[in-house]
């Protein structure tokens, strides 16, 4: 900090007549200093789409919200009203759904990862499908969930929308709780040791205790990005227009609704209704997913 | 099992030794923790697995002239692929060309003690909810903000400007440069977050030497801190690059899924991912097995990629750890 605080203009440069500061107009700090400027203007920049989206989102979908939308079916055609209650609820079920695989399941091949068998060739298989799977185009989830659910049950589905999202959040929920894992002190697990704990017993009694806000921010960024995600969803899951839920008795074998895929559908339709549901809809999704990172970052901190 | 024996009663809740019920439990619970390793691993070979057998049909049927032909048509049963690949490229290079530069640019800000603490934690979030929004938002906000705003642009070059190839077309609406923009968006974050590792790998006193050696700050940048991270910064793109080329709803929204091969920026294109979100849901039988090709096709694209990507990671940490 404090020699790059001095900024370019001022470094010191021992020369011959031992000048020890440097003039604003030598040529060296004039380029140090147009650099600096065009960094700054190129950070600047960088912010414009995100404040320009967020303005966007909350003039235009902003307008539409309140009750109405959140409680009732979106509306066909011309029809004007409506909402997409049903949609938030299919995007609640399906990410629902999909932390219920991939939570589990993350969390204990992270404790195989982290403590059973760190360097174990399963561990570096393992390890090495997990970044691939980060890398994994989301589409692609959906294609394979399609493949082993749709083409096998015959319909679009919840179920088929939710193991393609939990294909999307398992590398989070592992990498992150590994190193949660990971970064448990040795001394606490040697004293669980010392205790007389067995191996499982050092591991659900302290490590993932220990280890619990860590992997608490993995699995909420999970959750984040598989609610965001519409490309896996728009061939699974499908669309709906109407409730997944008759009652209390949920109807999961068949087409779901959910937010990013009627924000799709809705932003190609040519009806002004419609349009202003798509906005309205992606405020309440940019809601949700930015109250689950805030949230995260909260636990995040405790650790 | 004969100490879990001769433990005395009392203290049986308190200490002791691990009761058989806690080996048992030991044994489960190490059992079900590799189980839970493996089923990764298979899950990621059912993908592959899945996909590849869903395509045997069509690749035996269409082979690697799949690859080369240009028409898809499902009523005359021809299908190829090149344009929606040479459409992935293009706006995966032009996203990465766009995004790359703010996203390096961002990480030598972050990193560089350009900003007091506080300030860069908020340009720190602001790269942070750059990533957090959902594609199918940016898609939204390109085609309701971007589009409008880049065709007066789009067409003024094209009158002026239009004898270059780039430039041959008017913006009719969705087209490649609005989907490479926002794609460009969607990738710094990518980029900036892995270059801003590969700069902090960078010791400290590397600086200080170029410091005491009389350098400005932008001598230090560019000649020695840039160059020391430089194989991570290019992991960082590499890994931007794969990013790219799977993103899918942005591009479904913008590009204007027209398969043709045009070198200008303002034509309607398409992608790979584009096509499988498109038309995966009113495929019928023939035509999934096709879409699965082409499925496999952009798996072993982004695969080639991302591992290219991790390898070089892998080499920049090894070096800077070894000096």
Same mark, same amino acid.
């Given at each position: 900090?404090?020699?790059a605080?001095h900024g370019?203009?001022?470094t010191?440069t021992?020369?011959?007549s031992?000048?020890?500061t440097?003039?604003?107009l030598?040529?060296?700090?004039?380029?140090?200093?147009? *650099?600096?400027?065009?960094?700054?203007?190129?950070a600047?920049m960088? @912010?414009?789409?995100?404040?320009s989206?967020?303005?966007?989102?909350?003039?235009?979908?902003?307008?539409?919200?309140?009750?109405?939308?959140l409680?009732?079916l979106?509306? @066909?055609g011309?029809e004007?009203g409506g909402?997409?209650? #049903?949609?938030? /609820?299919?995007?609640?079920?399906m990410?629902?759904?999909?932390? *219920?695989?991939a939570?589990?399941?993350g969390?204990?091949?992270a404790?195989f990862?982290a403590?059973?068998g760190p360097?174990?060739s399963?561990?570096?298989v393992?390890r090495?499908?997990t970044?691939?799977l980060?890398?994994?185009?989301?589409?692609?989830?959906?294609?394979?969930?399609?493949a082993?659910?749709?083409?096998?049950?015959g319909t679009y589905?919840a179920?088929?929308g939710?193991? @393609?999202?939990?294909?999307l959040?398992?590398?989070?929920?592992?990498l992150?709780a590994?190193?949660a894992?990971?970064?448990?002190?040795r001394?606490t697990?040697?004293?669980?040791?010392? /205790?007389?704990?067995?191996r499982?017993?050092v591991?659900l009694?302290v490590l993932l205790?220990t280890?619990?806000?860590?992997i608490?921010t993995?699995v /909420?960024?999970?959750?984040?990005?598989?609610a965001g995600e519409?490309a896996?969803?728009?061939?699974t899951?499908?669309?709906s227009s109407y409730?997944l839920?008759?009652?209390?008795?949920?109807?999961?074998m068949?087409?779901?609704?959910?937010?990013?895929?009627?924000?799709? #559908?809705f932003?190609?339709m040519?009806f002004? #209704?419609q349009i202003e *549901?798509?906005?309205?809809?992606?405020?309440?999704l940019?809601? /949700?997913v *930015?109250?689950?990172n805030?949230?995260?970052?909260?636990?995040?901190?405790r650790? | 099992?004969k100490?879990?024996?001769?433990?005395?009663? &009392?203290?049986?809740s308190?200490?002791?030794p691990?009761?058989?019920?806690?080996?048992?439990?030991d044994?489960?619970?190490?059992?079900?923790?590799q189980?839970?390793?493996?089923l990764v691993l298979?899950?990621?070979a059912a993908i592959?697995w899945?996909?590849g057998?869903?395509?045997?049909?069509a690749i035996?049927?269409?082979?690697?002239?799949f690859l080369?032909?240009t028409?898809?048509?499902v009523?005359?049963q021809?299908?190829? $692929?090149l344009p929606h690949i040479?459409?992935t490229?293009?706006s995966s290079?032009?996203?990465l060309?766009?995004?790359?530069?703010?996203g390096?640019?961002m990480a030598i800000?972050?990193?560089?003690d350009f900003?007091?603490?506080r300030? %860069?934690? &908020?340009?720190?979030? &602001?790269?942070e909810?750059?990533a957090?929004i959902?594609s199918?938002?940016y898609? =939204?906000?390109g085609l309701?903000v971007?589009?409008p705003?880049?065709?007066?642009l789009?067409?003024a070059?094209?009158?002026h400007?239009g004898?270059i190839?780039?430039?041959?077309?008017t913006?009719s609406?969705?087209g490649?440069a609005?989907?490479?923009? $926002?794609l460009?968006?969607?990738?710094?974050?990518?980029v900036?977050? $892995?270059?801003q590792?590969?700069?902090?790998l960078?010791?400290?006193r &590397?600086? !200080?030497a170029?410091?005491?050696?009389?350098?400005t700050r932008w001598?230090?940048?560019?000649?020695v801190?840039?160059?020391?991270?430089?194989t991570?910064i290019?992991?960082?793109l $590499?890994?931007g690059f794969?990013r %790219?080329?799977g !993103?899918?709803?942005? =591009?479904?929204?913008?590009i204007? +899924?027209?398969n043709?091969i045009?070198l200008?920026?303002?034509a309607?294109? +398409?992608?790979l991912?584009a096509?499988?979100?498109?038309n995966?849901?009113e495929?019928g039988p023939r035509?999934?097995e096709?879409l699965?090709y082409a499925?496999?096709v952009?798996?072993?694209?982004t695969?080639?990629? +991302?591992l290219l990507?991790e390898?070089?990671?892998?080499r920049?940490?090894?070096?800077?750890?070894?000096?």
């Open positions: 900090m404090s020699i605080g370019a203009a001022t010191a021992v020369g011959a031992a000048r020890l440097r003039s604003w030598d040529r060296r700090a004039l380029r140090s200093l147009l *650099l600096t400027s065009a960094t700054w203007a190129a600047l960088a @912010a414009v789409p995100l404040v989206v967020l303005y966007m989102l909350v003039v235009r979908g902003g307008a539409r919200l309140g009750r109405e939308v409680v009732e979106p509306p @066909a011309f004007l909402g997409f209650g #049903n949609a938030v /609820m299919g995007t609640i079920v990410v629902g759904l999909a932390a *219920l695989v939570i589990p399941l969390v204990l091949a404790v990862l403590e059973l360097s174990s399963l561990a570096r393992a090495f499908a970044k691939t980060t890398g994994f185009p989301s589409v692609l989830a959906g294609v394979f969930a399609y082993a659910i749709v083409l096998t049950t589905s179920p088929a939710g193991l @393609a999202l939990a294909v959040m398992l590398p989070t929920v592992i992150t590994e190193e894992i990971k970064a448990v002190p001394i697990r040697d004293a669980a040791f010392g /205790m007389g704990c067995t499982t017993q591991i009694k205790p280890a619990l806000p860590g608490l993995g /909420m960024l999970g959750i984040a990005r598989a519409t896996p969803l728009l061939f899951a499908l669309s409730w839920f008759e009652g209390i008795r949920p109807h999961l068949q087409p779901t609704a959910s937010l990013a895929v009627l924000i799709y #559908n932003s190609g040519p002004d #209704n *549901l798509a906005w309205t809809a992606s405020l309440v940019v809601l /949700m *930015l109250v689950i805030v949230l995260s970052r909260l636990v995040g901190r650790a | 099992m100490l879990a024996a001769q433990r005395p009663a &009392v203290s049986a308190i200490s002791g691990p009761s058989r019920l806690d080996y048992a439990a044994r489960v619970f190490r059992l079900m923790a189980g839970g390793t493996w298979l899950l990621l592959i899945e996909i057998t869903k395509a045997a049909a035996g049927r269409y082979g690697a002239h080369t032909s028409t898809w048509d009523g005359r021809q299908f190829g $692929v040479w459409g490229m293009y290079l032009l996203a060309a766009i995004g790359g530069f703010f390096i640019a800000f972050l990193t560089q900003l007091p603490p300030l %860069a934690h &908020v340009f720190r979030i &602001v790269v909810l750059l957090a959902p199918v938002v898609g =939204l906000w309701f971007v589009v705003a880049m065709r007066p789009a067409d070059a094209y009158q400007l004898w190839p780039f430039f041959g077309t913006l609406g969705p490649l609005p989907a490479s923009l $926002v460009a968006i969607m990738i710094l974050p990518t900036a977050a $892995v270059s590792d590969a700069l902090r960078v010791p400290y &590397v600086k !200080e170029a410091y005491g050696m009389g350098t001598e230090a940048i560019l000649k801190l840039l160059p020391a991270a430089s991570g290019f992991g960082a $590499v890994l794969g %790219a080329l !993103e899918t709803m942005a =591009l479904a929204m913008l204007g +899924n027209s043709q045009a200008s920026l303002f309607p294109a +398409n992608t991912a096509l499988l979100a498109l995966f849901p495929a035509e999934v096709v699965m499925a496999l952009l798996l072993a694209i695969l080639l990629v +991302n990507g390898a070089i990671m892998r920049s940490a090894r070096r800077l750890a070894a000096r």
